[in-house]
């Protein structure tokens, strides 16, 4: 692993670079002054230069005005915990976020990282990985640059056997994340896809370690393709692949959809704790892309047909057949008839 950019979100005292973020979007582009600055940070004009330049060098673009002061003209479209914590305001995810250059896998290091005490809410992003994983055992491809890859650590009170819910937390999060910054209207495929125009878009990987009745930690595995472009699909894929770019014809803010990520899966945890899953399914169905539809599943060497009636506490998908009663289903791949 690489060496991590890592800053907190929520908590505690901001670095002085991320408070200067803010006052310079707080301006909305207009000129202020060194002095300013500087009384804002209780820092000198001289340290004000110094954390100018810093972020110059990052990537920003800041206008240096003679006897004037700075202008913020644009921030770099890099996934940096001095980014994406800049102006993030919520009550768990993002307490802390880690983001790496490269890494195996976010899922594998947020285990890591939970195993060594880290706190409930902390994101794990990295421009690339080098052993992406999907369900199934199944490769994500993970192109540096261009989409998301972030895992989140929940420590929820619960039941180990209600963790399965946490997935439909994490799918109608990323779905009211694309419909707000892309302004597209996903669906979402059980057990765990996003699809845009039928093709898949994001895809969800939640993993949990446990004992018989207490969860140590779930990982939400989320992964998303931003602006991705065709020619960078393998062309093995099991099932049509897409991506924000591809759908909207223009490129999206990896930074802006991040953060709306982060602040929507916050709302909808909070609600799902004080809650309970009833509102959170009713979404989930009301995006579902099979409720209601004829659909054959595979597992394994097997598969079975039904009409998708909705989902229950487990997350098991429910198929039903004639006038039995419901089946069912909780794991296999789900094709429309």
């Known amino acids: ?17 991320q408070r200067m973020l803010e006052l310079f979007r707080d301006k909305k582009g207009s000129v202020i002054s060194g002095e300013e600055l500087g009384a804002a940070l209780n820092v000198s004009r001289t340290a004000v230069w110094k954390h100018v330049k810093n972020l110059m060098a990052q990537g920003y673009q800041i206008e240096s005005l003679p006897s004037r002061g700075y202008r913020f003209l644009s921030a770099p479209d890099v ?25 195996e896998s976010t899922n594998l290091l947020a285990f890591r990282l939970a195993e060594s005490s880290a706190r409930e809410g902390t994101v794990v992003i990295a421009e690339t990985q080098t052993g992406g994983k999907g369900r199934l055992g199944r490769h994500w491809e993970s192109p540096p640059g261009v989409n998301l890859y972030c895992s989140i650590i929940l420590r929820p009170a619960m039941q180990p056997f209600r963790a399965p819910q946490l997935t439909f937390v994490s799918a109608v999060a990323v779905a009211r994340a694309i419909e707000q910054v892309a302004q597209l209207q996903p669906k979402i495929k059980w057990p765990n896809d996003i699809l845009l125009n039928g093709r898949k878009v994001a895809g969800l990987l939640n993993e949990m370690s446990a004992e018989t009745d207490t969860i140590h930690c779930v990982i939400l595995g989320i992964g998303v393709n931003i602006n991705m472009g065709s020619e960078q699909f393998p062309q093995d894929l099991r099932h049509p692949a897409t991506s924000l770019l591809i759908e909207k014809g223009v490129s999206v803010s990896r930074v802006d959809f991040t953060r709306t990520l982060l602040t929507a899966l916050d709302m909808l945890y909070d609600d799902y704790l004080c809650n309970g899953f009833g509102a959170i399914r009713q979404e989930w169905l009301s995006r579902s892309t099979v409720q209601g539809r004829r659909v054959r599943v595979s597992f394994g060497k097997g598969e079975t047909e039904g009409v998708v009636v909705g989902v229950d506490d487990d997350g098991a998908l429910l198929l039903k057949r004639g006038n039995s009663a419901p089946e069912r289903v909780l794991a296999g791949d789900v094709t429309i008839m």
Do not use: F, H, W
């Open 79 to 103: 996934l940096t915990s001095l980014e994406l914590t800049s102006g993030l305001r919520t009550k768990r995810i993002g307490c802390l976020i880690t983001c790496v250059p490269e890494t």
């Open 1 to 17: 692993m690489k060496e991590a950019d890592t800053c907190g979100a929520s908590g505690g005292k901001q670095p002085l670079e």
